[in-house]
């Protein structure tokens, strides 16, 4: 299913076959039919033993592939494959890695699976794969010792710490070398990730399900940065900011005046607290802050570091922000920073920045009100 749908975003199979005669392995046949599953098509890739195979081992195969002359991309993830299987085949039959036997893995069929994927990845140019969670079956299978149950013990040794879900199937979906191929060429399991698609692949598989297409989706495309701005018509536009966010109800006020003064002192874009009521009705404050995904892990320690909460919110938000700039404003008796809003081009606000209108208070004993004062009307004249 896996090749079928790598075929199906447009590999040209005639090329794939070249590329795998490159392994020195004989014996079998390919096909590739296009089928249709709940009126999609789909192409269905096959591999026919026409020769009488030998049992290989582990290190029999990692020399098949190491000998072959496909590319070096090709080989690397062809062997992360096999060592994923390895090693589990490898603890569930207790046996030493390099003397593990492949039932499954050593037939020729599935040595054409890796290889092809392997092939086809690199002759798609993909950097980097995200997959849904894997769904996994229920029932039995017949294998070579016997009926085994599903998922296969090698497919659940396979997909720890991977997220999975049983389904509702009465089949195997996920084998041990879908399970090998998923999880060594994986980044992220989850939702899509935002991308612009380019091409789109349906693999088929052989089981008939009256309710559910037996089916295996790829879809390709770029991956689209979330930090991207982007206008909408005038001077604004959306900054892509991170909202981090804790719950406090066991800390003093002059706790929070000090981390509110240490996350500005540290150049936060803004942060601010707000009274808040928590289970039992207890009061509580809220501190929120934003700041850009870069700058998300140096706050996170803040807030853990300076407060006493045990967790974080988070939350990807945009903030429309004016175009902006501060100028140096000179009042008959001083300099405060000016902070200039735009909109299409012509200042629409402004306000004297804090800090100097603090320090200049200092210097002169005049109150902040009054310079707030005549540092709006100046530059209002102005």
């Given amino acids: 299913m896996m090749v079928g749908a790598l075929l199906d975003t447009g590999i040209d199979f005639a090329f794939l076959k070249t590329q795998l005669k490159k392994i020195s392995v004989e014996g079998y046949e ?25 049992e290989r081992s582990y290190s029999d195969i990692v020399s098949l592939i190491d000998k072959s002359s496909i590319t070096a ?13 390895a090693a589990a085949e490898s603890k569930i039959h207790n046996v030493d890695i390099e003397r593990v036997h492949f039932h499954e893995i050593g037939a020729i069929d599935s040595i054409i699976d890796i290889a092809a994927t392997a092939i086809g990845i ?22 070579r010792h016997g009926m085994m149950p599903i998922p296969a013990p090698a497919t659940v ?32 399991f989850g939702a899509l990730p935002l991308m612009k698609i380019r091409k789109t692949g349906f693999g088929s598989g052989t089981v008939r399900n009256e309710r559910i297409p037996n089916l295996l989706r790829i879809i390709v495309g770029e991956l689209q940065e ?14 892509n900011m991170v909202l981090l ?32 009521f928590m289970k039992k009705n207890r009061q509580a404050i809220k501190v929120c802050l934003l700041c850009k995904s870069e700058d998300e892990e140096k706050f996170s320690d803040i807030l853990f570091a300076e407060t006493s909460t045990l967790g974080i919110r988070r939350q990807k ?17 001083g300099e405060v920073n000016m902070k200039i809003g735009y909109l299409d081009g012509k200042a629409v606000t402004f306000s004297p920045e804090y ?21 709006a009307c100046f530059f209002s004249i102005k």
Avoid at 226 to 238: A, L, P
């Fill in 226 to 239: 979330e930090s991207d701005d982007f206008t909408d018509g005038y001077d604004s536009k959306y900054e």
């Fill in 245 to 276: 966010s804790a719950n406090l109800d066991d800390i003093s006020p002059e706790i929070i005046g000090y981390l509110l003064e240490k996350l500005f002192k540290e150049k936060v874009p803004d942060a601010w607290t707000e009274p808040i």
């Fill in 317 to 333: 938000i945009k903030r429309l922000a004016l175009k902006r700039e501060i100028k140096l404003l000179k009042l008959p008796y």
């Fill in 122 to 143: 690199d002759m798609l140019k993909i950097d980097e794969v995200y997959s849904s969670a894997i769904p996994l079956g229920k029932g039995f299978v017949e294998a």
């Fill in 73 to 85: 991309k090709a080989k690397q993830v062809a062997l992360s494959i096999l060592s994923i299987i």
């Fill in 157 to 188: 040794e396979i997909l720890k710490d991977v997220p999975v879900y049983g389904g509702d199937f009465d089949f195997e979906v996920t084998t041990p070398t879908g399970a090998a191929i998923v999880k060594s060429l994986t980044k992220n």
């Fill in 355 to 375: 800090e100097s209108c603090r320090s200049l208070a200092q210097k002169t004993g005049k109150p902040v009100k009054e310079i707030y004062h005549d540092a």
């Fill in 30 to 54: 390919l096909e590739l039919k296009k089928v249709m599953k709940a009126q999609i098509t789909a192409s269905q890739f096959s591999v026919r033993v026409t020769g009488k195979q030998s």
